[in-house]
């Protein structure tokens, strides 16, 4: 159980009863029960665990890669259209052997070589206003790692709807920005970014290390969300600079009149 349904943090929570890990899982995963404060009961949380990525590309590509390495149970992965040599300088579940075919087959492919415990609920759509209910309301956590603001718009209304985190991640040029959206305790999306910004396009210029910085760290974030460990970036946002590396982070605040989630009582300072 996530420990955000609870309103706070709390280390002490006891993971609920689930498919225990088998020998080899034990074994694949053993370095990560070496860390403090997650130990067998964090794993046994993210095996239990199902997380929505919109999309699966440079950025939300290697959140899921790196999802799929730490023994999260469940993957629900939105992500349309065939695979382009545009793609290939980031997209690291992409091949330049599949290029013209269909990017959820390789990314499935690529995830399930990696970790074939995994179970993956490909979806090769993109997020909109028609399907987002459906697809957020299926999942414990959602990640947004898509490229046009009508997408992440629509992942924030209903995340807002069914109560559920979403980490929000994003770069452009050098520069990446990463925060946990929690419904009725932090900002949501429209409070952030009430219209999307007017010069914003689909394709902007990036190189797949800073998505792939800012991916792993993304990962993490809901890697806490999931197992009780650290303190997530709730009502922070992590600004980060690799031209010449260096890291900011920014209090933010709900808008308390956000036609979004303006409704919903704060449950946690």
């Not at 469940?74 to 052997?97: C, E, F, K, V, Y």
């Not at 070589?113 to 090769?124: K, R, S, W």
């Not at 979403?166 to 305790?185: F, I, K």
């Not at 990036?206 to 809901?222: D, I, K, N, P, Y």
Request: hydrophobic share 40%; net charge negative; aromatic share 6%.
């Amino acid at each position: 159980m996530l420990w955000f349904l609870h309103g706070c943090h709390n280390q002490d929570m006891v993971a609920d009863e689930g498919t225990p890990l088998s020998p080899l899982e034990q074994e694949i995963f053993s370095w990560q029960y070496d860390v403090s404060g997650f130990g067998l009961e964090g794993q046994l949380r993210l095996k239990q665990a199902t997380v929505m990525i919109s999309r699966c590309g440079g950025l939300g590509g290697i959140v899921a890669y790196q999802l799929a390495a730490a023994g999260i149970g469940r993957m629900l992965l939105a992500h349309a259209g065939s695979i382009r040599p545009s793609d290939l300088n980031r997209q690291l579940l992409m091949t330049r052997d599949g290029i013209g075919t269909s990017r959820m087959d390789s990314i499935v492919r690529r995830l399930q070589d990696l970790n074939p415990d995994l179970e993956v609920i490909p979806v090769a759509e993109n997020v909109s206003p028609s399907n987002a209910d459906r697809l957020v309301s299926q999942v414990d956590v959602v990640v947004d790692a898509a490229p046009l603001f009508e997408e992440r718009h629509a992942m924030n209304q209903a995340a807002v709807r069914f109560n559920k985190p979403m980490v929000e991640c994003a770069m452009y040029e050098l520069e990446g920005h990463l925060t946990v959206l929690l419904p009725g305790q932090t900002p949501c999306l429209h409070c952030l970014y009430p219209e999307p910004p007017a010069s914003w396009q689909r394709r902007f210029p990036v190189f797949g290390a800073v998505s792939g910085t800012l991916g792993c760290m993304a990962a993490m974030e809901v890697i806490k969300l999931i197992s009780g460990l650290g303190k997530p970036l709730a009502g922070e946002l992590l600004s980060f600079e690799l031209g010449d590396p260096s890291f900011r982070r920014f209090r933010i605040r709900r808008n308390e009149t956000c036609r979004v989630c303006g409704h919903l009582a704060e449950s946690c300072d």
